[in-house]
């Protein structure tokens, strides 16, 4: 259930409201809009509690929230979220691009991408040290060493970092080194992780699963918010259709259905999206034009010889140079904008 104050309630009003809900067992979120807030009441509310709050002064509305993931929902935060991270933001007016590697290979590897994302106009620097892989006897990842490769990159050249964490017992390490976690498709609903995720404050990027249906992946970053981590971003990355040319079918219907469902911000990923290289440039524009806040593209400097099959869907340093320069132009056709000429990124932390 969701408490929608009036135009003039003041700040003490809301803080009397908040601890009155609260002396009745049950939790609440606000969430300060342009000329209203919205008190979003976590647990179970009973009837004679809602319709004492209708009838308090400083309260304009009370609705029930239909769905069974509250905090992620667009009727309990009408606002998008935007998400800030070192000067860099998510969710907001710019379009944000994430390139580089499937994984994190060698320092000079990570290094020279980083400079390529760089100088394309990109703000984030993504690779994996520790991959999920589908066999066990393929190359799982560098790991730690993976960890500091990359963010010795991400400072040296100015990038915010990306990198996939798959066990609660590695977030913190994780935390420490990068400035966005990723969870892969295949830990949507690795609880364990999601709820330990929820405990820290480092943004995260969590993928959809390639057969979770969107109410299954919204209840999946309601997890985390209702951990008391609200820096989520949604990743659109394919799902598993009958259809076997693609890798995957990028889902690009998902793009508008989320925005619909939940503030959180969107980014779009064409490279795992298709598995095929000539197909991320226009899936990426695709999902542009379907109103993505983001990309997270890969790209290689020498993707046949890539240590994860992943080479296949990766781009060539100047195709994803390019594409950029293109999404510069059609970015501003999609309500965004997209510069290729960036300032650095901010030095110090958005940490507390
Ligand atoms: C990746 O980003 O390299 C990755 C493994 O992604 P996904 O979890 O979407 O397969
Ligand atoms: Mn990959």
Redesign the pocket.
């Known amino acids: 259930m969701i408490a929608i104050t009036s135009h003039n309630t003041t700040d003490e009003r809301i803080a009397e409201i908040v601890h009155w809900i609260e002396k009745h067992g049950v939790s609440a979120h606000v969430s300060k809009g342009e000329d209203r807030t919205v008190i979003g009441i976590i647990g179970k509310a009973d009837p004679v509690m809602a319709e004492q709050l209708r009838q308090m002064s400083g309260i304009s509305e009370v609705i029930k929230i239909s769905k069974s993931y509250k905090l992620a929902s667009r009727e309990f935060h009408p606002a998008d979220t935007v998400i800030s991270i070192k000067g860099v933001e998510i969710g907001g007016q710019d379009l944000v691009v994430m390139g580089g590697p499937?994984a994190v290979e060698s320092p000079e590897q990570i290094d020279e991408i980083a400079r390529l994302v760089k100088a394309a106009g990109g703000q984030v620097l993504r690779g994996?040290a520790f991959?999920?892989r589908t066999g066990p006897y393929s190359f799982q990842g560098v790991g730690v060493e993976g960890l500091e490769m990359m963010a010795e990159a991400g400072r040296k050249h100015g990038l915010l970092t990306i990198t996939?964490v798959m066990t609660p017992e590695y977030v913190d390490i994780c935390a420490e080194h990068a400035d966005i976690l990723?969870v892969?498709?295949?830990n949507m609903q690795n609880f364990d992780l999601l709820r330990k995720l929820g405990t820290i404050q480092t943004p995260v990027l969590l993928?959809r699963g390639f057969s979770a249906t969107y109410d299954e992946f919204l209840n999946a970053a309601e997890y985390i918010l209702a951990g008391g981590n609200p820096n989520v971003m949604l990743c659109e990355?394919g799902i598993r259709t009958f259809e076997t040319y693609t890798r995957n079918t990028l889902d690009l219907a998902a793009i508008p259905v989320l925005k619909q469902l939940s503030h959180l911000p969107i980014i779009s990923?064409p490279s795992?999206g298709t598995g095929r290289r000539e197909l991320v440039e226009p899936m990426c524009k695709a999902s542009v034009a379907a109103g993505a806040d983001g990309l997270i593209v890969e790209m290689h400097t020498d993707p046949d010889n890539s240590m994860t099959g992943?080479g296949v869907q990766s781009l060539f340093p100047d195709q994803f140079a390019n594409l950029l320069l293109d999404l510069e132009k059609l970015a501003p056709l999609c309500g965004k904008t997209f510069s290729t000429k960036k300032e650095p990124v901010l030095a110090g932390s958005w940490k507390k």
């Open positions: 499937c994996g991959k999920p996939e990723q892969g498709t295949r993928k990355r990923d795992h992943d």
